[in-house]
């Protein structure tokens, strides 16, 4: 079957491809840039397309011969507008299905979308949920509670939190119940679907087993991990405040943590099962999925997908294309040549960052890693890569997205810091005489005033820092025999 996907890089999204792939499937994805997809799959049944669901000149024929077409699209820590820009893909996306010959749209949304008070993130769900089903084309939208999975945001949160708090002081969102269910369930109901028997649009409500509380989930947890908690309820931290908190406890930055807090206000527990006989999938109960979770994160690999490899997820309108013009453009680039081969040259740079530092002045590195961390930003939570070997594009570390690279010659690394402009950092091994040039520029483009003051500022220090980091570098490449 020929199937479309739009979302593939998401937490959700990235294992979806992963398992049609192997099953034979022929799978197109769509992405604002083709390339943070090409090197995460490696599949000669897997076609990547250009397209941008809120340019619809981009989506032209993207439904061609195409049977079945996943949305999965949504956006973490936008900041305004964010329900307009998701209705709008959601029409764009609609009204493009329309003119072809698919049989059948799946979408996953949220479990809690019929209560009332939702909120904006839930809300937005809810009304995506609707258009994808306004159409005559038959829509399936799954509705999923809280999913446990190694990597997965709730359970991140969870984790972090029962590992490094003895005692805890909760708020009252960890008392709304919670129907949790593994990934991989998810992952089946959203494959079972393609057959579904119905040829009508209809909601489909998924979760385990067992109804539990966010302070049940963390209690569970706890015992599984042999560790006494304490667990104090209050009901004055508001989602603003309790969001912070959770930015220095947890992995999870501030904007996405209130997100979530602000949908775990209400309920999310099956109210209607309907369909649900149709499929073969029988949920695995919580504590079953909290210790294959937990055997998965113990393993030496990166988990399958993380919930901050969306592009989306990142702090900034982040754009790997982007063609923004900036008024004020700085730039500090410093060179130094090696007698060694470019390779060698390049091998400290496939190390840099996470565990390894910045080779030069890392606590300079890590104080501003929690400035930004305070401010709520993304800090140097990130600490690894998919993929140690080398750079994907698409790809997290510390506080950085990788938007290009060229395997052993050449990355450069967009913040995604909260900053008033965009900041870049390159790195370019060029072929030289002596043996290669290692070529670093740090980059600063700004429209504002206080951008000018933000670069000019740290002008001194910067000087300082990038000089002794080129120096650091050079002197970590392997000396030839």
Not at 17 to 26: I, P, Q, R, V, Y
Not at 153 to 181: C, D, F, G, H
Not at 187 to 199: D, G, R
Not at 294 to 313: A, G, T
């Given at each position: 079957?020929?199937?479309?996907?739009?979302?593939?890089?998401?937490?959700?999204?990235?294992?979806?491809?992963?398992?049609?792939?192997?099953?034979?499937?022929?799978?197109?994805?769509?992405?604002?840039?083709?390339?943070?997809?090409?090197?995460?799959?490696?599949?000669?049944?897997?076609?990547?397309?250009?397209?941008?669901?809120?340019?619809?000149?981009?989506?032209?024929?993207?439904?061609?011969?195409?049977?079945?077409?996943?949305?999965?699209?949504?956006?973490?820590?936008?900041?305004?507008?964010?329900?307009?820009?998701?209705?709008?893909?959601?029409?764009?996306?609609?009204?493009?299905?329309?003119?072809?010959?698919?049989?059948?749209?799946?979408?996953?949304?949220?479990?809690?979308?019929?209560?009332?008070?939702?909120?904006?993130?839930?809300?937005?769900?809810?009304?995506?949920?609707?258009?994808?089903?306004?159409?005559?084309?038959?829509?399936?939208?799954?509705?999923?509670?809280?999913?446990?999975?190694?990597?997965?945001?709730?359970?991140?949160?969870?984790?972090?939190?029962?590992?490094?708090?003895?005692?805890?002081?909760?708020?009252?969102?960890?008392?709304?119940?919670?129907?949790?269910?593994?990934?991989?369930?998810?992952?089946?109901?959203?494959?079972?679907?393609?057959?579904?028997?119905?040829?009508?649009?209809?909601?489909?409500?998924?979760?385990?087993?067992?109804?539990?509380?966010?302070?049940?989930?963390?209690?569970?947890?706890?015992?599984?991990?042999?560790?006494?908690?304490?667990?104090?309820?209050?009901?004055?931290?508001?989602?603003?405040?309790?969001?912070?908190?959770?930015?220095?406890?947890?992995?999870?930055?501030?904007?996405?943590?209130?997100?979530?807090?602000?949908?775990?206000?209400?309920?999310?527990?099956?109210?209607?099962?309907?369909?649900?006989?149709?499929?073969?999938?029988?949920?695995?109960?919580?504590?079953?999925?909290?210790?294959?979770?937990?055997?998965?994160?113990?393993?030496?690999?990166?988990?399958?997908?993380?919930?901050?490899?969306?592009?989306?997820?990142?702090?900034?309108?982040?754009?790997?294309?982007?063609?923004?013009?900036?008024?004020?453009?700085?730039?500090?680039?410093?060179?130094?040549?090696?007698?060694?081969?470019?390779?060698?040259?390049?091998?400290?740079?496939?190390?840099?960052?996470?565990?390894?530092?910045?080779?030069?002045?890392?606590?300079?590195?890590?104080?501003?890693?929690?400035?930004?961390?305070?401010?709520?930003?993304?800090?140097?939570?990130?600490?690894?890569?998919?993929?140690?070997?080398?750079?994907?594009?698409?790809?997290?570390?510390?506080?950085?997205?990788?938007?290009?690279?060229?395997?052993?010659?050449?990355?450069?690394?967009?913040?995604?810091?909260?900053?008033?402009?965009?900041?870049?950092?390159?790195?370019?091994?060029?072929?030289?005489?002596?043996?290669?040039?290692?070529?670093?520029?740090?980059?600063?483009?700004?429209?504002?005033v206080f951008g000018r003051i933000y670069w000019l500022g740290l002008l001194p220090l910067h000087k300082i820092i990038f000089q002794?980091?080129?120096?650091?570098?050079?002197?970590?490449?392997?000396?030839?025999?």
């Amino acid at each position: 079957m020929k199937i479309l996907i739009c979302g593939a890089t998401g937490y959700v999204g990235s294992r979806l491809t992963n398992k049609l792939l192997s099953e034979g499937h022929e799978v197109r994805c769509l992405a604002r840039n083709p390339s943070s997809i090409k090197e995460r799959f490696n599949s000669e049944k897997l076609e990547v397309i250009h397209g941008n669901l809120l340019d619809t000149e981009t989506l032209q024929n993207i439904f061609e011969d195409i049977e079945v077409a996943y949305y999965l699209v949504h956006s973490l820590t936008a900041k305004e507008n964010f329900q307009f820009k998701e209705a709008l893909c959601a029409k764009n996306f609609i009204n493009e299905a329309k003119k072809s010959k698919v049989k059948r749209l799946i979408y996953l949304g949220g479990l809690g979308t019929n209560s009332e008070n939702l909120s904006p993130h839930l809300e937005s769900r809810k009304e995506v949920g609707q258009i994808l089903r306004s159409s005559q084309i038959p829509c399936v939208e799954i509705q999923a509670s809280i999913i446990i999975g190694s990597g997965s945001l709730s359970y991140e949160i969870m984790k972090n939190l029962v590992e490094r708090l003895p005692v805890m002081v909760t708020p009252k969102w960890v008392s709304s119940l919670a129907q949790p269910i593994w990934i991989n369930d998810v992952i089946s109901y959203l494959i079972e679907s393609i057959e579904l028997k119905s040829m009508n649009s209809c909601v489909i409500q998924i979760g385990g087993p067992d109804q539990v509380t966010y302070k049940e989930l963390m209690s569970i947890y706890a015992k599984i991990l042999g560790k006494k908690r304490l667990m104090i309820s209050v009901p004055v931290l508001t989602p603003n405040l309790s969001s912070k908190w959770l930015g220095l406890v947890t992995p999870v930055y501030a904007r996405v943590g209130k997100k979530l807090i602000e949908s775990l206000k209400s309920d999310s527990i099956i109210e209607n099962t309907d369909h649900i006989s149709e499929f073969t999938i029988k949920p695995i109960g919580i504590k079953e999925s909290l210790i294959r979770t937990n055997s998965d994160v113990n393993r030496p690999s990166e988990p399958e997908s993380r919930w901050y490899d969306s592009i989306s997820s990142g702090i900034s309108e982040f754009n790997l294309n982007d063609q923004t013009s900036y008024k004020h453009q700085y730039r500090d680039t410093r060179q130094i040549t090696l007698p060694v081969d470019p390779i060698k040259a390049f091998d400290p740079i496939n190390k840099i960052g996470g565990e390894n530092g910045w080779y030069f002045a890392n606590l300079l590195w890590n104080i501003r890693g929690w400035i930004d961390l305070a401010v709520g930003g993304v800090g140097l939570r990130r600490r690894t890569r998919r993929n140690s070997e080398k750079f994907i594009v698409g790809d997290t570390l510390d506080w950085w997205r990788i938007s290009e690279s060229k395997h052993n010659q050449f990355v450069r690394l967009e913040a995604e810091m909260k900053l008033p402009g965009k900041a870049w950092l390159e790195f370019q091994v060029l072929e030289d005489k002596k043996g290669s040039v290692l070529k670093q520029t740090a980059g600063f483009d700004t429209n504002s005033v206080f951008g000018r003051i933000y670069w000019l500022g740290l002008l001194p220090l910067h000087k300082i820092i990038f000089q002794g980091m080129l120096k650091r570098i050079s002197q970590k490449i392997p000396k030839t025999s």
